[in-house]
């Protein structure tokens, strides 16, 4: 087990380095045009060339990846163009609001799509299945952005039940995060009920829950301790996975709501040309993707006990 | 009415102002801008104006009911950094220093410039040299007492080719160039102070030497980058939001850059006189304009930074909304390269000019909110405007002058644009539509400002925005004088280049319009530009918030801005 | 590729009977003849937009007008227009083509860059499947938005970039299933069958291991499909898809969206338009599923 979890974490790091090289290179191969973006478009070639000079730009490419690569490892994530501070003094506090928005959506989203695709998939076929899918289908066929307006449209303009945008100025207000919780998980929650009832419907479907369930033994009692210990090991990869969605699906959400998270961070950054805060971000992003895939695969290979990594 | 004492302490030629004025040959406008831009108290000027032509002058933003004391003053703004006013790019970054640091001079939401910090101003008759009395008895926050030292330090931090401020090039009359060699033995030219270009009169005057005439003094005193800090601000770290001293009614408190910023009132009497509010919180709603209408609608703000035109009829459907607007100078027009083919052929530019319907274009892209556009980029709001025959749309015409230009079939060509803010598509758009009925084929490019700006005065045929200067003259100078620093259209025509000089020599205003008009139909009838229209600003507030009017350059002015609740 | 087939005419007599014998099957599922139908509406649509378009899509004629308003030249726009006073119903119309040849297209390039990774990894095993496996997980670790994100505002945004981007970011997704597909399959007879009747390792792989795999792509390229049509939607409302004037179904809804919650005509058709096309793939895709696993 400890080897399996080592050759994991050094997969990890090799796909960390691999990441760091793309992202380097995408954004930064071009000096010209990485001084553009730090100094603006109205400066001289003089200046640029000047500000190349001091910062290094002049080394050979292969020099310059180490000394960006040895700044992030210990944690100079370089300045901000548009906000003119250091990137970790914005970065860390945006992910922890992030965190915030994604722990909440996940606490709604697992048990109610654990819910919803436990009574889909135990009587695949019934008219509660088929209620579910199709509700699940519907919801996840509408984008988020699409979602959100709607939201907006009822809940703010004109029923004038909830706040219209989430930035947290008078300190944490829970009533604000009830939309952006709302976007996310009637974007996502269709996707997860659908794994959740597939994996229920087949375990239903081995003989050993036919077995039980021909016994006699009341169906309650063999969907709670039978059944749904086995139909829970998909899902819960499934649900790991969803980090890496809801990293992507931030984006949409804060832009609509204002809310002063990672995903603003990255998207203005992108719009704004702001260097190091996007490859910042990205490497963050990418780092907590992989990290969730890397703890999704343990997970897997521990509560299943019929596969074993090799 | 014969000589007032006051104006033998004014420009010599303000009298002559104040008889054409009372004569009719020229508009009270025109007057109180000239003779305040010439160093009269708009106090004086606005009673002066009163007193010649019977009217009443009523600055805006009118009392509303009697003040209440309190509240805190939400208002949705971009927040940006809040470092050195000096060198800060954006208009937000300024409105965030403005409540903490003040200016010498106030572009007024009426257009007029009033000294701020400064009692009063006063030019040489040759507009080279600047007294300015500063306002006395004003204290900065740690004490200390406001004086001459403290602006001849700011005016030696901006004249520094080292603090990269941008009112080095507006006080560009107090500078030479130095060549001085680099690293590598080239050459590089930068500018510096003159050598006594501001002289310390006394502890409240301060006089400033300029090497050329000048009228925009006043202005640029009054523009974001000129707001004035402490004499020791460099030595405390150059930093506003570290180093928090200033002259203004409020102090920031709470500070996260992209997020908010959080002004308390200081605590005593502002020199201004009465404060209403006790906080102003600057929330920043980020670049999604829905988020900031539903922030409206659900009553998180009271006031926003500004109301893109798109908003105004989704403000308008939310209760307790009011839009406020205010006309302003600010433009954009779409250019020809007239260097470049086919736009050096003269006839096709006309063509196209003649297949435009300036008020059409201004309803459909801006809602009508704002005044038609007359190709020469001069605007009724300035004082030196002269009045041409209108410009009628005359699809025939276009199409005749077209064939005449060689393309009796019509033409096809590229039109580049920025994609935000969305009234310059939304223009761009109404334009491709309106000239291809005249067999103008134009393949729109909307692209986004980093490509868009490195290149913008290089596209052969592109949209700019412009904004707001004070006199007719400014940015022609910038934009359609030969070899000028923004010529995006690479127009060169010494006629053109010598009635500018002409203009710029004239103080009277009558003489100056003569010029003008014949300044403003040179370039009209060269169809350079296709200018749709003048556009207004807005800002929306709640009903709650009293005592505010709209400032052209979208200042914020909330010293006298109070909360009803 | 069952619509491409339900809509082409001239196609050769096999194929006629193939499609016939397709629709048959797809009548054993009620969702998949809805998500059919779904489909069909709106190829149908696209291809006769010239046809049913009541006003030209980028014509300026009455801003602001509610859904039902009469035109001033005659006619009425039924679902009102937009700020520049284009016919909102138009634009949807003309929409569809915007969205119809970029999400195919981008799902088709996606799945030649894809198919042919599958195929490659899983066939020749060995270093190359090491390699490209390693490079697609690489691929997958980006949060996807992020990917396009990072693709677009580097390359700029057009039509081609967001195919090439969309090439990029779901051509490793495919080459896993391909991948798996391959696994499974090329252990068969007559794969077997093949590689001793000397064929080139790429005829076997394209001739005989692709088309037995077919059943399972044909489900993920609905899904994706979809999938892409939400992504270019989303990429436009962030004001990174097509460039204007060209009407796009997100596009149209970021440039109202100011305007969404005092007019909302403007944001919940293209809305809808966005919604039922990628609600008619998915269904599509979840019926040819249970008709899968039923044979």
């Given at each position: 087990m400890a080897i399996l979890i080592l050759k994991r974490i050094g997969t990890m790091a090799l796909m960390m380095l691999v990441v760091s090289l793309i992202v380097f290179l995408l954004l930064e191969i071009d000096k010209e045009s990485v001084a553009v973006k730090v100094l603006g478009v109205f400066t001289t070639e003089e200046q640029r060339r000047l500000w190349l000079e001091a910062n290094g730009y002049f080394e050979p490419l292969y020099l310059r990846y180490f000394s960006w690569l040895a700044?992030?490892?210990?944690?100079?994530?370089?300045?901000?163009?548009?906000?003119?501070?250091?990137?970790?003094?914005?970065?860390?506090?945006?992910?922890?609001?992030?965190?915030?928005?994604?722990?909440?959506?996940?606490?709604?989203?697992?048990?109610?799509?654990?819910?919803?695709?436990?009574?889909?998939?135990?009587?695949?076929?019934?008219?509660?299945?088929?209620?579910?899918?199709?509700?699940?289908?519907?919801?996840?066929?509408?984008?988020?952005?699409?979602?959100?307006?709607?939201?907006?449209?009822?809940?703010?303009?004109?029923?004038?039940?909830?706040?219209?945008?989430?930035?947290?100025?008078?300190?944490?207000?829970?009533?604000?995060?009830?939309?952006?919780?709302?976007?996310?998980?009637?974007?996502?929650?269709?996707?997860?009920?659908?794994?959740?009832?597939?994996?229920?419907?087949?375990?239903?479907?081995?003989?050993?829950?036919?077995?039980?369930?021909?016994?006699?033994?009341?169906?309650?009692?063999?969907?709670?301790?039978?059944?749904?210990?086995?139909?829970?090991?998909?899902?819960?990869?499934?649900?790991?996975?969803?980090?890496?969605?809801?990293?992507?699906?931030?984006?949409?959400?804060?832009?609509?709501?204002?809310?002063?998270?990672?995903?603003?961070?990255?998207?203005?950054?992108?719009?704004?040309?702001?260097?190091?805060?996007?490859?910042?971000?990205?490497?963050?992003?990418?780092?907590?993707?992989?990290?969730?895939?890397?703890?999704?695969?343990?997970?897997?290979?521990?509560?299943?006990?019929?596969?074993?990594f090799t | 009415m014969s000589d007032t004492p006051w104006w033998k302490h004014t420009h010599p030629a303000v009298p002559e102002l104040a008889e054409q004025l009372r004569d009719g040959k020229i508009k009270r406008r025109d007057f109180l801008r000239t003779a305040t831009l010439l160093g009269v108290s708009a106090t004086a000027a606005y009673t002066l104006a009163g007193r010649l032509t019977g009217e009443t002058a009523i600055p805006r933003a009118v009392a509303q009911g009697s003040p209440k004391k309190g509240g805190n003053l939400r208002v949705s703004m971009f927040v940006k950094p809040v470092d050195d006013p000096a060198i800060s790019e954006w208009s937000e970054t300024g409105n965030l220093a403005r409540q903490v640091v003040e200016p010498l001079a106030q572009v007024g939401t009426d257009f007029v410039t009033r000294p701020y910090l400064m009692e009063s101003w006063q030019a040489s008759e040759d507009l080279k040299t600047w007294t300015l009395k500063l306002r006395q008895g004003v204290k900065w926050s740690n004490g200390d007492d406001f004086g001459a030292e403290d602006v001849a330090f700011n005016f030696e931090r901006w004249l520094d080719p080292?603090?990269?401020?941008?009112?080095?090039?507006?006080?560009?009359?107090?500078?030479?160039?130095?060549?001085?060699?680099?690293?590598?033995?080239?050459?590089?030219?930068?500018?510096?102070?003159?050598?006594?270009?501001?002289?310390?009169?006394?502890?409240?005057?301060?006089?400033?030497?300029?090497?050329?005439?000048?009228?925009?003094?006043?202005?640029?005193?009054?523009?974001?980058?000129?707001?004035?800090?402490?004499?020791?601000?460099?030595?405390?770290?150059?930093?506003?939001?570290?180093?928090?001293?200033?002259?203004?009614?409020?102090?920031?408190?709470?500070?996260?850059?992209?997020?908010?910023?959080?002004?308390?009132?200081?605590?005593?009497?502002?020199?201004?006189?009465?404060?209403?509010?006790?906080?102003?919180?600057?929330?920043?709603?980020?670049?999604?304009?829905?988020?900031?209408?539903?922030?409206?609608?659900?009553?998180?703000?009271?006031?926003?930074?500004?109301?893109?035109?798109?908003?105004?009829?989704?403000?308008?459907?939310?209760?307790?909304?009011?839009?406020?607007?205010?006309?302003?100078?600010?433009?954009?027009?779409?250019?020809?390269?007239?260097?470049?083919?086919?736009?050096?052929?003269?006839?096709?530019?006309?063509?196209?000019?003649?297949?435009?319907?300036?008020?059409?274009?201004?309803?459909?892209?801006?809602?009508?909110?704002?005044?038609?556009?007359?190709?020469?980029?001069?605007?009724?709001?300035?004082?030196?405007?002269?009045?041409?025959?209108?410009?009628?749309?005359?699809?025939?015409?276009?199409?005749?002058?077209?064939?005449?230009?060689?393309?009796?079939?019509?033409?096809?060509?590229?039109?580049?644009?920025?994609?935000?803010?969305?009234?310059?598509?939304?223009?761009?758009?109404?334009?491709?539509?309106?000239?291809?009925?005249?067999?103008?084929?134009?393949?729109?490019?909307?692209?986004?400002?980093?490509?868009?700006?490195?290149?913008?005065?290089?596209?052969?045929?592109?949209?700019?925005?412009?904004?707001?200067?004070?006199?007719?003259?400014?940015v022609p100078n910038l934009a359609y004088r030969s070899g000028g620093v923004w010529n995006e259209s690479s127009y060169s025509n010494p006629e053109y280049d010598a009635l500018l000089d002409q203009a710029g020599g004239t103080i009277d205003v009558n003489e100056r319009i003569k010029i003008m008009a014949k300044l403003e139909k040179i370039l009209q009838d060269d169809a350079v530009i296709t200018q749709p229209f003048w556009r207004s600003v807005f800002v929306t507030t709640t009903e709650k918030v009293k005592g505010f009017a709209v400032q052209p350059s979208l200042e914020h002015h909330y010293n006298k801005v109070w909360l009803d609740t | 590729m069952m619509t491409e087939q339900v809509v082409g005419e001239t196609a050769p007599p096999s194929v006629v009977r193939q499609t016939v014998r397709s629709i048959g099957y797809l009548k054993e599922s009620p969702v998949a003849v809805i998500g059919t139908a779904i489909v069909v509406f709106w190829s149908l649509v696209a291809i006769l937009a010239p046809l049913i378009s009541p006003f030209e899509p980028t014509a300026t004629i009455l801003p602001f007008a509610r859904p039902l308003t009469p035109a001033p030249d005659g006619g009425r726009f039924l679902l009102g227009t937009d700020q520049l006073g284009r016919d909102i119903l138009s634009r949807i119309i003309w929409g569809s083509r915007t969205v119809l040849i970029y999400a195919p297209l981008a799902t088709f390039s996606a799945y030649l860059v894809g198919v042919m990774m599958g195929l490659a990894a899983g066939y020749l095993r060995g270093s190359t499947d090491s390699v490209l496996s390693f490079v697609s997980n690489v691929i997958l670790s980006f949060p996807v938005l992020i990917l396009y994100i990072l693709i677009i505002t580097t390359i700029g945004p057009s039509g081609l970039n967001v195919v090439i981007a969309v090439t990029f970011a779901?051509?490793?997704?495919?080459?896993?299933?391909?991948?798996?597909?391959?696994?499974?399959?090329?252990?068969?007879?007559?794969?077997?069958?093949?590689?001793?009747?000397?064929?080139?390792?790429?005829?076997?792989?394209?001739?005989?291991?692709?088309?037995?795999?077919?059943?399972?792509?044909?489900?993920?390229?609905?899904?994706?499909?979809?999938?892409?049509?939400?992504?270019?939607?989303?990429?436009?409302?962030?004001?990174?898809?097509?460039?204007?004037?060209?009407?796009?179904?997100?596009?149209?809804?970021?440039?109202?969206?100011?305007?969404?919650?005092?007019?909302?005509?403007?944001?919940?058709?293209?809305?809808?338009?966005?919604?039922?096309?990628?609600?008619?793939?998915?269904?599509?895709?979840?019926?040819?599923?249970?008709?899968?696993?039923?044979?």
């Open positions: 700044g992030f490892v210990t944690g100079d994530l370089g300045e901000s163009t548009v906000f003119r501070v250091p990137v970790s003094e914005i970065l860390w506090p945006r992910l922890a609001n992030t965190a915030i928005l994604g722990v909440l959506a996940m606490l709604v989203l697992i048990p109610l799509s654990l819910l919803l695709g436990v009574f889909a998939g135990m009587r695949e076929g019934s008219l509660q299945d088929r209620a579910i899918s199709v509700v699940s289908i519907i919801t996840t066929s509408v984008p988020e952005f699409a979602s959100g307006i709607f939201l907006v449209a009822v809940f703010v303009v004109g029923l004038h039940l909830l706040p219209g945008t989430s930035t947290m100025i008078e300190g944490f207000d829970l009533t604000q995060l009830v939309l952006p919780v709302a976007v996310l998980v009637i974007y996502d929650f269709g996707y997860v009920t659908r794994m959740t009832r597939a994996s229920m419907a087949e375990v239903m479907m081995t003989p050993y829950i036919r077995t039980a369930v021909l016994k006699g033994l009341p169906f309650r009692r063999v969907i709670v301790r039978h059944a749904l210990r086995n139909a829970l090991i998909a899902p819960f990869t499934v649900i790991m996975l969803q980090i890496n969605w809801l990293l992507s699906g931030v984006i949409v959400v804060e832009l609509l709501f204002a809310y002063k998270g990672f995903g603003t961070l990255l998207l203005e950054a992108a719009l704004n040309g702001d260097i190091f805060v996007i490859e910042a971000c990205t490497m963050v992003a990418v780092f907590v993707a992989v990290a969730t895939q890397t703890i999704a695969d343990l997970g897997y290979t521990l509560l299943n006990p019929r596969i074993r | 080292a603090t990269g401020s941008s009112n080095q090039s507006r006080f560009a009359g107090m500078t030479h160039v130095v060549t001085k060699k680099d690293a590598e033995g080239k050459d590089v030219e930068s500018r510096v102070a003159n050598e006594g270009a501001v002289e310390i009169v006394d502890a409240h005057t301060v006089r400033l030497h300029l090497a050329n005439a000048e009228l925009a003094v006043p202005e640029s005193l009054g523009d974001y980058p000129a707001l004035i800090v402490h004499r020791h601000f460099s030595d405390e770290g150059g930093d506003l939001s570290k180093s928090r001293v200033g002259t203004g009614p409020f102090e920031l408190t709470d500070y996260a850059v992209g997020e908010r910023a959080v002004m308390r009132r200081r605590e005593g009497q502002h020199w201004t006189g009465d404060v209403y509010l006790d906080q102003i919180t600057y929330i920043d709603t980020g670049g999604d304009k829905s988020a900031e209408i539903a922030a409206f609608a659900s009553g998180q703000i009271d006031i926003n930074d500004r109301t893109g035109v798109e908003q105004i009829p989704a403000m308008q459907q939310i209760p307790g909304l009011i839009v406020h607007d205010t006309p302003t100078a600010q433009t954009g027009v779409a250019r020809f390269k007239v260097t470049e083919a086919p736009f050096d052929n003269k006839k096709l530019r006309q063509a196209f000019q003649a297949a435009i319907d300036h008020a059409r274009i201004l309803d459909l892209a801006y809602q009508n909110n704002g005044i038609p556009g007359e190709d020469h980029h001069v605007s009724p709001a300035h004082p030196d405007y002269a009045e041409l025959p209108p410009l009628k749309q005359d699809i025939e015409l276009s199409k005749k002058l077209l064939a005449e230009a060689g393309y009796p079939d019509g033409i096809e060509f590229d039109f580049v644009c920025v994609n935000s803010p969305q009234w310059e598509p939304n223009t761009c758009q109404a334009i491709v539509e309106m000239v291809r009925a005249a067999g103008f084929r134009l393949n729109l490019k909307v692209t986004p400002g980093e490509t868009y700006w490195p290149r913008w005065d290089d596209w052969p045929y592109s949209f700019t925005s412009w904004t707001h200067r004070a006199l007719g003259t400014q | 779901s051509a490793p997704g495919i080459m896993r299933i391909v991948r798996g597909l391959v696994l499974d399959l090329r252990n068969r007879e007559y794969v077997a069958a093949a590689q001793t009747r000397g064929e080139s390792a790429w005829y076997i792989m394209l001739c005989e291991i692709l088309p037995n795999a077919r059943g399972p792509l044909v489900v993920d390229i609905c899904l994706r499909l979809g999938y892409v049509t939400i992504t270019i939607g989303t990429l436009g409302f962030l004001g990174l898809g097509l460039p204007p004037p060209r009407p796009d179904w997100g596009g149209m809804v970021s440039d109202i969206r100011a305007l969404a919650p005092a007019f909302p005509h403007m944001a919940v058709f293209p809305c809808l338009a966005i919604s039922s096309l990628v609600l008619g793939l998915n269904l599509l895709a979840d019926g040819l599923r249970e008709i899968s696993l039923r044979d």
